[in-house]
C-alpha cells in the first residue's frame, strides 16, 4: 500500500480508503453484519488501508457503532473520517450546519465511534442557512478542544471552499484540510473547478463512488442492463451520460484484458494514476469484493491505457476553458499551444 500527505498537514494515509456505505442499514441492496464489518475492517488494516470513512446517518445511523466495534483495540492504526449534516431527527435543529446540530452531532459521534477524537470531520453538504462564520467557529472550537483532529468538507463548490477558507484566514478559524468529492472515470466533472483549486490551495483530495454506483463493476455494458434489484437498476446515482460511459466501459475492458485484470480494478487504478487524488473510498459486501478493489493499488496502466481512457472519458471543452485555449498562444507553424511556463 501507498500513503500519501494528507494536503497541507503532516498527516499520511493510504492511497485506498475503506468506506462505511455497506454497513448495516444499506440505502440500496444488502448491508452487512457487525461479524462481516469486523472481517473487512480488519482485512483492510492487514492490507495497509489505514483511512477508514463513516458518517452519521450511514446505515441508518449504526455504521459509525459498527465501525467503531470493528477497529477497536487497533483504533490507534486509523485515521477516522466522519461527516455530519444530514437530517438525524425529525425537530428544526436536528440538520445542517449549526453551531447546535454540529456539537449535538459530534458528540453523539464521538459515542457511536467509542472515541475520544474523531481523525477528520468533514462538512457533509453546504448549508444555505448557516455563515461559514458559525460553523467554522464551532469546528475550531472543536479542534481546541481535542475532540477533532482535522476538518474538512463534502460535496461543496469550489467558490464556496474559497469562501470558507477566506472567512477561516480572516477569524483566525482552523482551515480545511481535505475535499471529498464524487470522481470516477466516467464523470469527471471534478476536474473543471474543484481539482484545480484542490491543487491550488493543497487540499488533499478524497473519491467517493470510484466505481460511478457500481455503473463500473463489469457487469454492465451496452448489451446488458443492470441486473433487477441491484444498486443500478434501483436509482441511478451518480447521473452519468450513459453513450460516453458505455465507450469508457468498452476501453475499460480492452485495458483489463490486456493486464488480466478486471474492469473496477482497471477503473480503480486509473483515479491512482490522477495526479490530484490522494485518496480512494472503496467500499464492498463481501471478502473478495475488497480483495478485487485494494488489488487496484498494485496496478500500474501503461501511457497507452491512459491516453485511451482519457479519449473516451474526457469531457468536453466548456467556457470560459475554450476562450483561454483560443487566446492561448501557438506555434506558427503547428498551431500547437505553447506552454508559457
Not at 178 to 200: K, M
Not at 313 to 333: F, G, H, I, N, Q
Request: net charge neutral.
Amino acid at each position: 500500500m501507498q500513503y500519501q500527505q494528507f494536503g497541507k498537514t503532516g498527516l499520511f494515509v493510504s492511497r485506498l480508503c475503506l468506506g462505511t456505505g455497506t454497513f448495516g442499514k444499506a440505502r440500496l441492496g444488502t448491508g452487512i453484519s457487525q461479524a462481516e464489518a469486523d472481517r473487512m475492517v480488519g482485512q483492510a488494516l492487514d492490507a495497509g488501508i489505514n483511512l477508514f470513512d463513516t458518517s452519521d446517518v450511514y446505515g441508518g445511523g449504526e455504521a459509525e457503532v459498527m465501525l467503531g466495534k470493528a477497529l477497536g483495540k487497533r483504533r490507534r492504526e486509523a485515521v477516522v473520517a466522519t461527516k455530519a449534516h444530514a437530517r438525524t431527527g425529525q425537530g428544526p435543529n436536528d440538520v445542517g450546519q449549526s453551531r447546535v446540530h454540529l456539537m449535538q452531532a459530534l458528540e453523539r459521534s464521538l459515542k457511536e465511534l467509542g472515541t475520544d477524537c474523531i481523525d477528520l470531520y468533514q462538512m457533509h453538504q453546504p448549508d444555505p442557512y448557516t455563515r461559514f462564520e458559525e460553523s467554522l467557529r464551532t469546528l475550531d472550537d472543536a479542534i481546541r478542544q481535542g475532540k477533532v483532529r482535522y476538518i474538512g468538507c463534502s460535496n461543496l463548490m469550489a467558490w464556496q471552499v474559497m469562501q470558507a477558507s477566506k472567512v477561516a484566514a480572516l477569524n483566525g478559524f482552523e482551515e480545511f484540510a481535505s475535499i471529498q468529492a464524487y470522481y470516477s472515470v466516467a464523470g469527471r466533472d471534478i476536474e473543471r473547478e474543484i481539482a484545480p483549486l484542490a491543487v491550488d490551495q493543497k487540499l488533499a483530495l478524497l473519491i467517493y463512488s470510484p466505481l460511478a454506483g457500481a455503473l463500473l463493476t463489469g457487469a454492465i455494458r451496452r448489451d446488458k442492463a443492470a441486473d433487477p434489484g441491484t444498486r443500478r437498476s434501483i436509482v441511478q446515482f451518480p447521473p452519468v451520460e450513459m453513450d460516453r460511459a458505455y465507450a469508457v466501459i468498452d476501453v475499460l475492458e480492452k485495458a483489463a484484458a490486456r493486464h488480466g485484470a478486471t474492469v473496477p480494478r482497471v477503473a480503480l487504478a486509473w483515479l491512482l494514476h490522477r495526479p490530484f487524488v490522494t485518496s480512494v473510498i472503496i467500499g464492498a459486501r463481501t471478502a473478495p469484493q475488497l480483495q478485487e478493489n485494494i488489488l487496484a493499488a498494485g496496478l500500474e496502466l501503461t501511457a497507452e491505457d491512459l491516453k485511451e481512457i482519457d479519449a473516451a472519458s474526457r469531457l468536453p471543452v466548456e467556457y470560459p476553458s475554450w476562450s483561454r485555449d483560443l487566446s492561448a498562444p501557438r506555434e506558427p507553424l503547428t498551431g500547437r499551444v505553447v506552454n508559457r511556463l
